[in-house]
């Protein structure tokens, strides 16, 4: 299960990366590498609401995944939310579109306790730890 989730991360990374396609690599976000999980750089340009609300919620799916008991991997989720949070903000998505789909899947508590390992977040994730959610 692991190489699989591995496997789907690494595509999902590759994927973004060439989306991005031939921007100056100045014009971009980069997420660090992280144990065996390459550097990728994410080119900033504008997406589509639709692409917002996909990267959103693919944001919060991972986050909420994050909190799973052992033995789930939650490296795996933290990269994950990292890549999906990176290219929302690469793509200039609208604060909302995000809280809206964290709203939709995690409570207050549980927000805070993702934000406390989620320190990628900076500003937006103290603002959407200053939203009402349910």
Request: proline share 4%; hydrophobic share 45%; with cysteine.
């Amino acid at each position: 299960m692991f190489r699989v989730l591995a496997a789907a991360l690494l595509l999902g990374a590759i994927a973004l990366a060439g989306y991005a396609g031939s921007a100056n690599a100045d014009k971009g976000l980069t997420i660090p590498r992280y144990s065996q999980y390459p550097a990728t750089t994410i080119h900033v340009k504008q997406g589509t609401p639709a692409q917002c609300r996909r990267e959103a919620d693919s944001f919060s799916r991972a986050a909420k995944g994050f909190l799973r008991p052992y033995p789930s991997d939650t490296d795996i989720y933290l990269v994950l939310a990292r890549v999906q949070f990176t290219a929302f903000m690469a793509h200039k998505c609208e604060f909302p579109i995000l809280r809206d789909a964290v709203s939709r899947q995690l409570t207050a508590k549980q927000l805070r306790e993702v934000l406390r390992f989620f320190g990628f977040t900076g500003d937006v994730g103290r603002r959407l730890a200053k939203a009402q959610l349910r």
